[in-house]
């Protein structure tokens, strides 16, 4: 039962243009949502999080929109860069640990 | 170095093998956390550690799989038996300490073990 989803395997956007990530969850008491980039042979590294608190997060090019009521979240890249091109992970904090959607892989083209 | 280090970064172990994989954590992180990522997928949580104590270890997948940090720094994961099952890349991520409400710590990962079982 997965308790994060993203159901986008993968995403191809030009340079300059505007990527969207989208995540869904199931499990209500997930409280912290956290965004991850890996590179190939690498492990991930931290992107941005947002708390359930709140419905929105932004640093520099990227911002996270939480809607809790549909148990959606969405990572936006603004303007995407091909440097972006990597596989991107949702996760929920629940309430230590970390539980992962499987990814999407983002391509920016120039 | 100042990032989480694993070791080895590859491991080729034939069935039945039991295999030893190492993390170092960024120094003076107190929780230490192991997870499993199978090919396509997400990582998924096996374990975790706060200093010595293992905290949590709801993930780990069967009795064949154990995992400690006696000093409170260097973990080992060990499988033993190895399966072909088992074969995927197991990460390790430390943090400065347990989330406390409200808030939140940073887990940074390390590059991973990738296991291949024959």
């Known amino acids: 039962d997965q308790q994060v989803k993203q159901n986008s395997p993968s995403l191809s956007v030009q340079e300059g243009r505007i990527s969207i990530l989208n995540c869904d969850y199931t499990?209500?008491?997930?409280?912290?949502f956290l965004w991850y980039k890996k590179y190939p042979a690498e492990g991930p590294t931290f992107l941005i999080s947002?708390?359930?608190?709140?419905d929105k997060n932004e640093d520099g090019r990227f911002t996270v929109f939480l809607n809790k009521s549909a148990k959606h979240l969405s990572l936006h890249i603004v303007p995407s860069q091909p440097g972006d091109s990597a596989v991107y992970f949702c996760?929920?904090?629940?309430?230590?640990?970390?539980?992962f959607g499987a990814g999407t892989i983002l391509r920016v083209k120039s | 170095g100042a990032g989480v280090s694993q070791s080895p970064r590859y491991k080729v172990a034939k069935r039945g093998q039991d295999v030893a994989l190492r993390c170092d954590p960024i120094?003076?992180?107190?929780?230490l956390f192991w997870y499993q990522q199978a090919l396509g997928q997400g990582p998924e949580f096996l374990t975790y550690?706060?200093?010595?104590?293992?905290?949590?270890k709801s993930g780990l997948p069967s009795d064949r799989f154990f995992a400690e940090r006696p000093e409170g720094s260097v973990s080992t994961l060990k499988i033993q038996r190895t399966q072909q099952e088992d074969s995927a890349v197991y990460l390790c991520?430390?943090?400065?300490?347990?989330?406390?409400?409200?808030?939140?710590?940073?887990?940074?990962f390390g590059p991973g073990t990738r296991l291949t079982v024959l």
């Open positions: 991520a430390s943090s400065l300490a347990l989330r406390l409400a409200g808030g939140r710590y940073e887990q940074f």
């Open positions: 499990n209500s008491m997930f409280d912290y």
């Open positions: 947002i708390s359930s608190i709140k």
């Open positions: 996760a929920a904090s629940a309430p230590d640990k970390l539980v």
């Open positions: 120094s003076g992180h107190v929780s």
């Open positions: 550690f706060q200093n010595e104590a293992q905290l949590d």
